[in-house]
């Protein structure tokens, strides 16, 4: 059956479509104009959708694991058939270029079609005439997802999948400022998947804090900042649900002395400002050996002056707007604080005042103290400092002074001496001469203050289950 992408977002709760008396304007943030509307979900809907999951959760969960592997595919194959659509719409609402949004879906399909690779089939671990010892991987239940703006299908689907393929019945809850890829994701998945299996509620500030306290509820699975985990942790608690967080970063980039400048820019800049720096495993502190330094620097200024910032529906632009006015107020604050302090801007922080849209100058710091907030703290913009080192234990410290340990990269042709840098690294991902790559089969999650868990890979399978030892002895009584 057709569906309009570009209108008529519902709620999806037992395989129905289900309209709210209560909606919310969703803004381009390109034009600053409201272009859309979405339903706030009740307490009553997010009941609806529990009672839901929990009605289709034993047929599900005993549903073989080949045949929900088979309908994710499917999935994956109806969500390919709306790429363009969905990509349409990501770029209205998040900012992204289209090619980038067009990317993020592609995303999506290939995790969905990965569904067959994923599975955790019971392991014999003892077997004698007496007694037999078998691992079970059962289903939670009812779990929830929820998701923040940056790439609301891509890190939907991080989480649908594993969910789903394990057995679970999920609920998605995207963010307020994004949520209408999400909505028409549920509706389309309604084709292929039995009623109740999966249901999308999108609502105000309130939602999250529903979810994470609902007692029908066995698992979050939330990606966002580090005081929502922090929050919805403690919340979680009161029924002791389990959680998998994947929270904020403030990834090092590690420069060596060995890089040639005009190779390693256009790197270090799509590792800083794809989607316009709002990327948990951005670089945001970029650590340059200081023989290269000025070369690096001029060369990344020079790559970014070729780069254009613009409207994400015209081709030509590769970096969009901040994705809303509460981010665009937070990264213009880490803007004024360079200002005001007297940093040098090597490229951008001059604001277009009375232009349309939240767009932000791509901006690049060159060499703020190692204590300013630009290298202390997560932007989530287009802004990135540089900084100079001279010795590998100096910037090995400082790369790891701080809570948060995401990601990191390093960057040499001296893959001995990049190894060495980066197995001292304190993040759950560490990545040399690439950055921001992920696969389904590689774990990713956060070291310290930047998560819970992960996600991905077996060990991701495993925080969607309970592990069971079934013990049979066999001797008769
Ligand atoms: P956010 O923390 O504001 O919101 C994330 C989601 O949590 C939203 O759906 C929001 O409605 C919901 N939420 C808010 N309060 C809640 C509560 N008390 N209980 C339950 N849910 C609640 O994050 P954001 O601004 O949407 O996203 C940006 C942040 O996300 C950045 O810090 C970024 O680094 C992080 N992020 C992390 C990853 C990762 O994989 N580690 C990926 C993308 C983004």
Redo the contacts with the bound molecule.
Sequence with gaps: MAISFVDNFVLTIDGKKVASSETKDVINPATEEPFAVAPIATPQHLEDAVNAASRALPSWSATPVEKRQEMLSNLGDLVARHLQQFAELLSKEVGKPKAAAGKEVGGLVAWLKAAVSHSLPDETIVDTPQRKVVVRYVPLGVCAA??????PLT?MAWKLVPALVTGNCLIV?????APLGTLKFGELAQQVLPPGVLSVLSGN?E???W??KHPGIAKIS???????GK??MA?AASTLKRVTL????NDAAVVLDDVDPKAIAPKLFRGSFMNTGQV?VAMKRIYIHENVYEAVRDALVEYAKTVKVGDPLDPSNEVGPVQNQM?FEKVKIFFDDCDQNGYKFALGGKLVEHRKGYFLPITIIDNPPELSKIVQE?P?GPIVPLLRWNEEDDVVKRANDTNLG?AASVWSNDLDRAQNIARRLEAGTVWINEVQTTHWDQP?G?FKQ??VGVEHSKHGLYSWVNIQSLTLNRALL
Excluded: H, R
């Design positions: 929820i998701t923040p703006w940056n790439f890190l809850k995207p963010s307020p400022f500030d939602l999250g804090p979810i994470s939330l990606t966002g900042s580090v005081g929502t929050k919805a919340s994947e929270l904020g970063g948990c981010q997560e989530f995401l990713f956060g930047s998560g």
